[in-house]
């Protein structure tokens, strides 16, 4: 057995594992690649000269900067790997320092400086760890980088990479003299997410670091990022640039004491006002400020601080204590000026050991951070950020300073910005799976989320604002966190824009009701003020409503999307297709009916199958069967149009046995609403389900033949698409097969000139059949670990479905990717991936001059290997 493994830095770290497992594909967390040494640094773009480039020599040496949008994330650590040649591997990693982060972001050439902090010795050997990292000096002659030891003679030898194209004193790769082509270089990052190094497990850093005047090494006012000269794990970062002083309430900064004078453990947090928040975000100096809302988190505190000294001119640094006098009474402190602060420090006690340690974190309790703060059993699928649709006070004191649904599609209230509501969007209102969630908490309202499909009529109020007073909630209501006291059953949706707008979640309109409402927010009303069923209307009663989308299967072994599920048969009909997009029966919360998607067109008909399975009651042993939808029906299941009697196109049996095989679907006719599937027009014992709602000889009739009337024969119809935006359907699931189909089509001679082509073409479809088509490989797909899968099938079941992938050569991408034909190619690492391959290919013909074939895949051409011929 010959195999092959990829060691390109496009693949690292895969090949070469490294302890710190990048959170990217590697192609894109990589910034340089290319040989070591002076004689080729010119020939690779440089980070002070352009964004991202690649070299005019071999295209695989590249450079990328850092983005800025992970260049100070917590965890962030550089790597630098060498290798090859006379090179001894080895890399090493460290939290990069201020000036390396700038050269690598901003390409900023600032000579020589401290490498960073915590450098480590990832793989390999590292024969003399590097200190400093040279950023470049001069735009037009001194630039390129170096990592090792510093500048001078003596320092020379220590390098452990570089490239630099002035100087030739630094070429050598792990301290061995090397210059050519064969010394590898890469940098890559990758994100740790480590959490605080110190016992408090919060999202993000502020300071770790002693306590006291003897130990300070930077602070708020100078840096936003920072390390200790004396101990690189001790560090300091300011608040993250995208967050805003109205964000500061919402803030909570712990800070943490442990170790030498400070006894044991002791944490307190708090909440920054505007000054202290910008102090901690920007630097601005605010000196002594109140510390908001504090509390003990952990340990004793003998005096819990009151105030923080924020810096104030030339006196830098922070101080938190319970008064502003120096004294005993300080809990933790790091600052540069001298006087009588000097001598106190860690919770009322004399902090100068250097053992003393302080810890400062932040979390964020805004409310695009939920749900993290308040868990809940169904998980958002999206940041929350964007699935949260409401969040504010409820009841009618602020009902009308928050934006309603029928107002805007967005917008946030002036009182509190935190306050918003944002409609849900059109691509996901009608998702399978979806579900609104409804969360009330704080102040005088027991807390409690409900979760339910929602109705038609809450829909159009969400997504689109639609005023139209009280509706059925939907179904399928759950209690999903808390206590609730009275489950909703009913959604009021607002009736006057003008007057009579907002929301309230409970049990329906009038005075026996009022007391049973779960959550509001209206103005005009105050009979509705109640939070859970207290009564409450205060800024302290929060609400949320978010969704998620769990994406669940249909409620029966088959996985499609759900077109009905319900009881069969006259007497348990809920609502039928000509009458409603989306429905739920009022006997029993768990049978629905939807409709087709509006994105579908009826000339994607051919290309839908509709599934329908009965089973339970009289049905007998569950059964199932399929059939392709004519314009008529496809016209029903999606517009509700009736179509009377229609044929079946198609049809199957899936599972199980079914005495008289449907060959006919009533879709409805004027006031006769509803469906039947039957083997004939007449009223008998040969219907396999129905559901309808007049009245007639049908009644008696419903499942697989059987009288259905008990309520316990229940029908399942679902579909699935088939159509090549769908493709491959088979067990092998295509990233977004929206785009990776580079063909779909029939196949032979015979359709063959129907069909664009590779070589004359970069998409195009078929005369014979629009769903036929064919699009180039574009130019922007990374090829490194490109597989093509070839798949064939046949309806009539004349060929024996299949799949097979392959790596492709040079030759097959080029006509793939430009259309150009170069013969035939070899097929590389080919594997079976689904079905029987009755001949393995090992060639793939990219078609010749003066030849009118398009493509072949097989064991090539001529005699008996025409037999063999794949596609």
């Known amino acids: 057995t010959i195999t092959w493994t990829d060691l390109r830095p496009t693949a690292f770290p895969t090949n070469t594992p490294t302890t710190a497992t990048p959170t990217e594909a590697a192609s894109s967390n990589v ?92 793989n390999g050997t590292v024969a003399v760890l590097p200190t400093t990292f040279y950023t470049g000096s001069d735009p037009s002659t001194l630039e390129g980088w170096i990592v090792g030891r510093g500048d001078g003679f ?11 194209g002035w100087n030739t004193n630094y070429n050598y790769c792990n301290t061995i003299a090397a210059n050519s082509d064969d010394q590898i270089g890469t940098i890559f990052y990758t994100l740790g ?46 608040l993250p640039d995208e967050l805003v002083v109205g964000d500061a309430p919402n803030i909570r900064i712990h800070v943490a004491v442990e170790g030498g004078t ?69 809990f933790a402190s790091s600052f540069t000026f001298a006087g009588a602060w000097e001598g106190y420090g860690c919770n009322s006690a004399v902090a100068n050991t250097g053992f003393e340690i302080a810890t400062i974190t932040w979390t964020d309790l805004r409310p695009t951070a939920f749900p993290t703060n308040t868990p809940t059993t169904a998980t958002p699928t999206e940041a ?38 944002k409609r849900l969007g059109a691509d996901v209102a009608y998702t399978n799976g979806l579900r609104i969630h409804i969360k009330v908490e704080a102040g005088l309202c027991t807390p409690g989320e409900i979760s339910f499909l929602p109705s038609e009529g809450v829909l159009a109020y969400l997504v689109h ?43 329906g309109d009038g005075f026996v009701y009022h007391s049973s409402t779960f959550a509001s927010s209206i103005g005009w009303n105050t009979n509705y003020n109640y939070c859970n069923t207290i009564a409450a209307n205060s800024d302290d009663q929060i609400g949320t409503i978010f969704y998620t989308l769990d994406n669940t299967p249909a409620p029966t072994s088959y996985r499609g999307a759900t077109l009905f599920h319900g009881a069969i048969g006259q007497t348990y009909a809920f609502q039928n297709f000509q009458h409603a997009a989306h429905a739920t029966s009022a006997l029993n919360s768990q049978w629905f009916m939807n409709r087709l998607p509006d994105e579908l067109v009826v000339g994607d008909a051919p290309n839908i199958r509709i599934h329908v399975a009965v089973e339970g009651g009289t049905c007998g042993s569950p059964a199932e069967i399929a059939f ?54 007449a009223a008998g014992a040969d219907v396999f389900a129905s559901s309808f709602t007049f009245a007639g000889a049908w009644e008696g009739y419903g499942c697989n033949s059987a009288v259905a009337n008990t309520g316990f024969e229940i029908a399942t119809i679902t579909w699935t698409d088939l159509s090549p935006t769908a493709a491959p359907t088979a067990t092998l699931s295509p990233t977004p097969a929206t785009h990776n189909v580079l063909f779909y089509g029939g196949l032979g001679s015979g359709r063959a000139n129907k069909m664009s082509r590779f070589s004359q073409a970069a998409e195009g479809t078929s005369s014979v059949d629009p769903s036929w088509f064919m699009k180039r490989l574009g130019s922007d797909v990374d090829t490194n670990g490109l597989r093509i899968h070839v798949k064939v099938e046949d309806a009539t079941g004349a060929c024996v479905a299949a799949e097979i992938s392959f790596t492709p050569s040079a030759a097959i991408l080029d006509l793939l990717t430009d259309g150009t034909k170069t013969g035939w190619a070899e097929l590389l690492d080919v594997r079976a991936e689904n079905g029987v391959v009755a001949v393995m290919p090992t060639m793939f013909f990219t078609g010749g001059t003066g030849s009118n074939t398009e493509w072949i895949v097989g064991t090539g051409g001529g005699g008996s290997r025409y037999l063999e011929c794949f596609a």
């Not at 071999?58 to 962030?76: F, I």
């Not at 090179?87 to 000036?99: A, K, N, R, V």
């Open 465 to 507: 604002g639609t005023l139209d007073g009280w509706h059925d909630i939907g179904f399928d209501v759950r209690v999903e966190n808390g206590t609730v006291a009275v489950l909703p059953t009913t959604f009021y949706t607002g009736s006057d824009p003008s007057t009579l707008e907002g929301w309230i979640v409970g049990r």
């Open 154 to 164: 003596v320092y020379h030898s220590s390098t452990f990479a570089s490239s630099i």
């Open 193 to 238: 997410n480590t959490p605080a190094p110190t016992f408090y497990q919060g999202p993000s850093t502020l300071f770790h670091g002693a306590i006291g005047r003897d130990y300070t090494f930077e602070n708020f006012q100078h840096a936003a990022h920072a390390t200790s000269a004396l101990n690189s794990q001790w560090f300091m970062n300011r």
């Open 384 to 421: 929350a950020s964007s699935n949260v649709l409401f969040y504010g006070p409820l009841g009618s004191a602020r009902a009308d300073q928050i934006p309603h649904f029928s107002e805007m599609a967005e917008g946030t209230s002036a009182v509190d910005s935190s306050w918003r509501m």
């Open 31 to 122: 910034l340089f690649y290319g040989p070591l040494g002076s004689a080729r640094a010119d020939q690779i773009p440089h980070f002070s000269e352009m964004a991202e480039g690649t070299s005019a020599v071999d295209s695989s040496w590249r450079m990328k900067r850092l983005g800025a949008d992970v260049a100070y994330t917590n965890g962030l650590r550089i790597h630098i790997k060498v290798e090859a040649g006379l090179c001894t591997p080895g890399e090493i990693s460290f939290l990069p320092s201020e000036g390396v982060l700038a050269y690598l972001v901003h390409g900023t050439l600032d000579g020589w400086h401290d490498i960073g902090f915590d450098v480590r010795v990832e």
């Open 628 to 681: 392709t939808p004519n314009a008529a029906t496809f016209n029903y299941f999606r517009d509700g149009t009736w179509g009377g009697w229609q044929t079946l196109q198609d049809v199957e049996l899936v599972s199980g046995t079914v005495d008289d095989m449907p060959t006919l679907i009533y879709a409805g006719a004027n006031d006769k609403r509803g469906w039947i599937f039957s083997k004939t027009t």
């Open 262 to 330: 400070c006894g044991s453990p002791a944490e307190i947090a708090f909440t920054p006002n505007a000054a202290t928040f910008n102090y901690f975000r920007d630097g601005t100096w605010g000196g002594w400020q109140t510390l908001q809302d504090v509390e003990l988190v952990s340990g004793t505190v003998d005096d819990m601080p009151t105030l923080i000294y924020a810096g104030a001119n030339d006196k830098r640094g922070w101080i938190f204590s319970k008064t502003t006098a120096a004294g005993a009474d300080v």
